[in-house]
């Protein structure tokens, strides 16, 4: 099924190439706007709720401090994605190697003394001075437009495992390895996830797939064993009440935090794991403050709004005018989807705990931006679009 719509799209791209919806921008797509909006009031709500105690302590009695950070981020993610909206996102395949430079770059430059700054023991962030610029998450859309801009020429070799799947996983590995030495699995993960599904969309044959699955699930099991704090995590999640007061805390108080919403929650504010008992609510637990305070109702609205993204994202996926177009968009939307279902599978105790954002809504400027960045591309793709 892949490889049938990878090849319609290709036979759309020369049969519409003189038409308008290939050449003439139109409106964006706006019910994928309004929902890119929603989603930052509400996760903008929700910083200042989860974050205002621990900044009151923390930061000199200044309980608006993560959310006055959070905001001035959000104006310039929105300006970046007026920006991206009406730049043709086809110039972005134009520019696509000092795009990977640029990334490589930074992916480089964060292990350097001096220059990367070093927090619990990972090197994730390069000094700016004035704040701090998270290198993985440009990464992160480097890969995808990377990937994209090169597999619109070149799909016709997945068909081939050695000399055309072969080298694509051997480049999302350049970038996973650079990622590993910071350490930040969860991010590698992301990537190759994301990368996947880019693939598959392409025409990468499954069998392929599942030709490498025992070595890469080899390699992944002498990460975990040669990493001990991640064989920790996996004990931990397998038996989180084995240590309560230790590598289990965590989970075990977002558990309490989602199990006291129940339905309709405890009320806008009113959340009590916020008051030190979740370390960092506003960052990657900040789904569990969600579900405490506006219960089940809420998490579900949430979970809709994410929906109607994903759906609008594929939508325009499946309706862009050219291939480069069709698997960028389905790369954005298959990792924001990606980091979705795993943020809410690690606070609900459904997978190891590792440190993935809930996008829109985890506190975290470089995430809020490239955030945006990818909406405005999205954006850009839909407004070469049929009408959908």
């Not at 990937?147 to 350049?174: C, D, I, Q, T």
């Not at 699995?185 to 880019?198: A, H, K, P, R």
Request: with cysteine; charged share 10%; net charge positive.
């Amino acid at each position: 099924m892949a490889r049938t719509y990878a090849f319609r799209v290709k036979e759309q791209k020369a049969k519409d190439k003189n038409t308008p919806a290939l050449n003439r921008a139109h409106a964006v797509d706006y019910p994928l706007l309004a929902v890119a909006i929603a989603l930052l009031a509400f996760g903008l709500i929700m910083v200042y709720s989860a974050s205002s105690p621990s900044a009151y302590i923390y930061q000199k009695g200044d309980s608006a401090y993560y959310f006055k950070y959070q905001f001035i981020w959000a104006v310039i993610g929105v300006v970046a994605m007026v920006f991206m909206i009406f730049y043709d996102y086809r110039n972005l395949s134009k520019h696509i190697i000092l795009i990977t430079v640029v990334c490589l770059s930074l992916l480089i430059a964060v292990l350097i003394p001096g220059v990367g700054v070093k927090l619990n023991g990972a090197r994730r962030w390069i000094n700016l001075g004035i704040t701090t610029f998270q290198a993985d998450e440009a990464a992160k859309l480097g890969v995808i437009l990377l990937l994209s801009h090169s597999l619109a020429k070149n799909y016709p070799r997945l068909e081939k495992f050695w000399k055309g799947l072969f080298p694509y996983l051997m480049l999302v590995g350049a970038f996973d390895a650079l990622i590993v030495l910071e350490p930040h699995n969860s991010c590698v993960l992301i990537i190759t996830l994301t990368s996947g599904v880019i693939l598959i969309a392409a025409g990468a044959k499954i069998k392929h797939f599942v030709g490498i699955a025992a070595p890469v699930l080899v390699g992944a099991a002498i990460m975990v064993m040669i990493q001990p704090y991640v064989l920790q995590r996996v004990f931990t999640f397998l038996d989180p009440w084995s240590d309560t007061q230790g590598t289990g805390y965590q989970i075990i108080q977002s558990l309490y935090a989602i199990g006291s919403g129940g339905i309709l929650g405890l009320g806008l504010g009113k959340s009590r794991q916020k008051f030190l008992f979740i370390p960092e609510p506003q960052n990657d637990f900040i789904f569990s403050i969600l579900a405490e305070e506006l219960g089940l109702i809420g998490v579900i609205l949430v979970i809709v709004l994410f929906m109607i993204f994903i759906y609008r994202g594929i939508k325009i996926a499946r309706h862009a005018p050219d291939l480069f177009g069709t698997l960028t968009a389905t790369g954005i939307t298959s990792m924001i989807a990606i980091q979705v279902i795993l943020n809410i599978a690690v606070v609900t105790s459904s997978m190891p705990v590792t440190g993935i954002p809930l996008p829109f809504f985890s506190y975290g400027g470089t995430a809020l931006l490239f955030n945006f960045i990818e909406v405005g591309i999205l954006l850009s793709i839909s407004r070469y679009t049929k009408p959908i």
